[in-house]
């Protein structure tokens, strides 16, 4: 059996295990294009012609400047119509840029902005309080501190693209962050995605390691994040065929100019504080994707918060042949071709 074949029957096996599962679980992977390309069809999808266009941002949350980094095709123009609007969030461990902007000379595309800016959006991210560009308070970052941010830099996105809701992607815990805000702001939420998300974390190998490091985590608002960590993220779930080698080493490349320290809050959280989203209280349609081999997540973790969201437009994901970074991985077009399709659902209407 080829790679293709062998990848095509896993592909459908997954299929198979999720919708005989009767949790009304969508795979979000079956229509309106071909699958393993990676290509919509036009009724998926109307791709705006042009070059990518880019422009930095800063918010303020109190003394401290957010980055902001914003990407569509064309510059903004005076009377056109406003394109949806979709916010990514990072995780904890890289900044806004090298998680969702980054460049691999030779390897295609890793932007995941510019994947999304050619299908149609206008696409936003932002550093947060102590990563990259943006400033420090000095505290460590949690996941509260991310809603704040968040908060923060929200006024801007709607003033710029005259959009007064915004679709949210958000990985790790990003998605925390992410669906804390939906939580705290629901008016402000059209869309969610979760991505490598953690509910509880009971079960999940990464998790466990992590609060074996708890009373260091809680001593210190900063934790070690150098190369050898890096190249860690990419080999910690015990699948590191999904990645090229050559993404850690691009990643490293930008990263270790912020240098080789990071806030240590989302980890912290991560490890004592969980569950700290109760599903219950996300209004907005969510979609949730959980690589095959994630170690941040077990599907019961995932299936327990998935079956308490109230909103009926909902989907579980499982992207086979992928580990906890999704966006980083080789099969990586499955993620966009998963994003794209669930952004683009028609809205649903009672008959």
Same mark, same amino acid.
């Given at each position: 059996?080829?790679? $293709?074949?062998?990848?095509? =029957?896993?592909?459908?096996?997954? /299929?198979?295990?999720?919708?005989?599962?009767?949790?009304?679980?969508?795979?979000?992977?079956?229509?309106?294009?071909?699958?393993?390309?990676?290509?919509?069809?036009?009724?998926?999808?109307?791709?705006?012609?042009?070059?990518?266009?880019? =422009?930095?941002?800063?918010?303020?949350?109190?003394?401290?400047?957010?980055?902001?980094? /914003?990407?569509?095709?064309?510059?903004?123009?005076?009377?056109?119509?406003?394109?949806?609007?979709?916010?990514?969030?990072?995780?904890?461990?890289?900044?806004?840029?090298?998680?969702?902007?980054?460049?691999?000379?030779?390897?295609?595309?890793?932007?995941?902005?510019?994947?999304?800016?050619?299908?149609?959006?206008?696409?936003? $991210?932002?550093?947060?309080?102590?990563?990259?560009?943006?400033?420090?308070?000095?505290?460590?970052?949690?996941?509260?501190?991310?809603?704040?941010?968040?908060?923060?830099?929200?006024?801007?996105?709607?003033?710029?693209?005259?959009?007064?809701?915004?679709?949210?992607?958000?990985? =790790?815990?990003?998605?925390? /962050?992410?669906?804390?805000?939906?939580?705290?702001?629901?008016?402000?939420?059209?869309?969610?995605?979760?991505?490598?998300?953690?509910?509880?974390?009971?079960?999940?190998?990464?998790?466990?390691?992590?609060?074996?490091?708890?009373?260091?985590? /809680?001593?210190?608002?900063?934790?070690?994040?150098?190369?050898?960590?890096?190249? =860690?993220?990419?080999?910690?779930?015990?699948?590191?065929?999904?990645?090229?080698?050559?993404?850690?080493?691009?990643?490293?490349?930008?990263?270790?100019?912020?240098?080789?320290?990071?806030?240590?809050?989302?980890?912290?959280?991560?490890?004592?504080?969980?569950?700290?989203?109760?599903?219950?209280?996300?209004?907005?349609?969510?979609?949730?994707?959980?690589?095959?081999?994630?170690?941040?997540?077990?599907?019961?973790?995932?299936?327990?918060?998935?079956?308490?969201?109230?909103?009926?437009?909902?989907?579980?994901?499982?992207?086979?042949?992928?580990?906890?970074?999704?966006?980083?991985?080789?099969?990586?077009?499955?993620?966009?071709?998963?994003?794209?399709?669930?952004?683009?659902?028609?809205?649903?209407?009672?008959?």
């Amino acid at each position: 059996m080829s790679e $293709t074949d062998d990848f095509k =029957s896993r592909l459908l096996l997954r /299929r198979a295990v999720l919708q005989g599962a009767g949790l009304g679980i969508g795979l979000g992977l079956g229509a309106g294009g071909d699958l393993l390309s990676g290509i919509m069809t036009p009724a998926a999808a109307a791709h705006p012609a042009g070059d990518i266009w880019s =422009s930095e941002y800063w918010a303020k949350k109190g003394d401290v400047r957010l980055n902001l980094w /914003r990407k569509r095709i064309g510059a903004p123009a005076a009377g056109e119509t406003p394109r949806p609007v979709l916010f990514l969030v990072h995780g904890s461990s890289n900044s806004a840029r090298s998680s969702y902007d980054l460049r691999v000379p030779g390897k295609g595309e890793y932007s995941l902005m510019n994947v999304l800016a050619r299908y149609g959006y206008d696409v936003w $991210t932002m550093d947060h309080d102590g990563y990259g560009y943006s400033g420090s308070s000095g505290n460590n970052s949690d996941i509260a501190s991310g809603v704040e941010d968040i908060k923060a830099a929200i006024p801007i996105v709607m003033k710029e693209t005259g959009q007064q809701k915004t679709h949210f992607y958000g990985t =790790s815990s990003g998605g925390i /962050r992410a669906a804390a805000f939906a939580q705290t702001s629901p008016e402000r939420v059209g869309r969610l995605i979760l991505s490598a998300f953690t509910y509880k974390g009971d079960g999940a190998a990464e998790i466990g390691r992590r609060r074996a490091h708890i009373d260091e985590l /809680r001593a210190n608002p900063r934790r070690k994040r150098d190369a050898a960590m890096i190249r =860690s993220i990419f080999t910690r779930d015990g699948y590191a065929a999904s990645y090229d080698p050559a993404v850690a080493e691009a990643i490293i490349a930008e990263e270790m100019k912020f240098g080789d320290r990071i806030p240590s809050g989302t980890y912290l959280d991560m490890a004592a504080n969980l569950p700290i989203v109760d599903p219950k209280k996300i209004r907005s349609p969510v979609l949730m994707l959980r690589g095959e081999f994630d170690g941040n997540s077990t599907n019961d973790d995932l299936l327990d918060f998935y079956r308490q969201l109230p909103n009926g437009d909902r989907q579980f994901v499982i992207l086979p042949l992928t580990a906890h970074a999704v966006g980083y991985g080789i099969n990586r077009r499955l993620l966009h071709y998963a994003m794209h399709n669930f952004l683009a659902a028609p809205a649903p209407t009672a008959a």
